[in-house]
């Protein structure tokens, strides 16, 4: 992403802009809240795709953060980015989580809302010249709304015959690649579960470690599966946990977690752009 010069092809009309240095693959500078206009077209001159984090804003148990989903996706989009040298879009920190809302904090967007949240978010980068769009999530709850998402966004160029640029997203679940998955089911066994687990918990203590709350919990049922509300969910699933035993979470899983994700993430990544 070195490109001694770029900006200097970018002045737009009469306007001389000054002599900045050029995007970097660093950390930051990656990211599109970071970069300034010149900075993204430059980008765009060589590259066409965009790691896009999605999360969510929900209770992850006694001891785990409100922020988990989020704050892994737009940790792990963060050190993709860097590792591929690939630009950032802001994460969507809120998802869809109607399920957690009998727990203080939850928040949720409708499915109907989030599908205009991702439907905007593509069609603003894709007016731009981005065309590859890496969803990564955090948040199994989701995944059913952004595929909906995806085909509202297909269905608007498959139903008119113009000459449209073709747009290509990519739904990837942090937790569902090869290394993450050995090394969750080697260190947590059936105590991972399936909400609130050691593996996001301890990801997102070694991103954030000044709010590891290390917690000894009684040991619960696996879940057994479905659940229809708020209150449905919370008549199951008490303290907010499914079938987790979240007190195996340390930062140094965090860690190993996060390089085994970067690396994994890193061989999808490129992968999805040689699909075309
Ligand atoms: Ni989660």
Redesign the pocket.
């Given at each position: 992403m070195d490109k001694p010069g770029a900006l200097a092809e970018t002045a737009a009309g009469a306007i001389r802009l000054p002599r900045l240095p050029a995007l970097q693959a660093q950390k930051d500078t990656m990211l599109l809240q970071h970069a300034t206009w010149p900075d993204v077209e430059a980008y765009l001159k060589q590259a066409n795709g965009i790691i896009v984090p999605i999360g969510?804003t929900e209770q992850?148990g006694p001891n785990g953060m409100i922020g988990?989903?989020a704050l892994?996706a737009d940790g792990l989009a963060r050190g993709l980015g860097e590792a591929v040298g690939a630009m950032v879009a802001p994460v969507i920190n809120v998802g869809m989580a109607q399920h957690h809302m009998a727990f203080p904090g939850s928040m949720t967007l409708r499915p109907s809302t989030l599908i205009a949240v991702v439907r905007d978010t593509v069609a603003s980068l894709a007016r731009h010249g981005f065309s590859r769009f890496y969803f990564l999530n955090?948040?199994g709850g989701n995944v059913a709304t952004l595929t909906a998402a995806f085909s509202e966004i297909y269905g608007e160029t498959s139903l008119q015959t113009g000459q449209q640029p073709t747009v290509r997203c990519r739904l990837k679940n942090w937790w569902v690649n090869p290394n993450v998955g050995r090394i969750a089911r080697e260190t947590f066994g059936s105590r991972e579960g399936s909400?609130?687990?050691p593996s996001?918990i301890s990801l997102t203590w070694f991103l954030h470690p000044e709010a590891a709350r290390p917690m000894d919990l009684p040991q619960v049922l696996p879940a057994d599966g479905g659940f229809t509300d708020a209150a449905d969910f919370r008549r199951r699933y008490p303290d907010g946990r499914m079938g987790s035993d979240p007190s195996l979470a340390t930062i140094d899983h965090g860690r190993r977690l996060y390089e085994a994700a970067i690396t994994d993430l890193a061989e999808d990544w490129k992968r999805f752009l040689a699909e075309g």
């Open positions: 969510s992850h988990t989903d892994c955090g948040h909400h609130a687990t996001e």
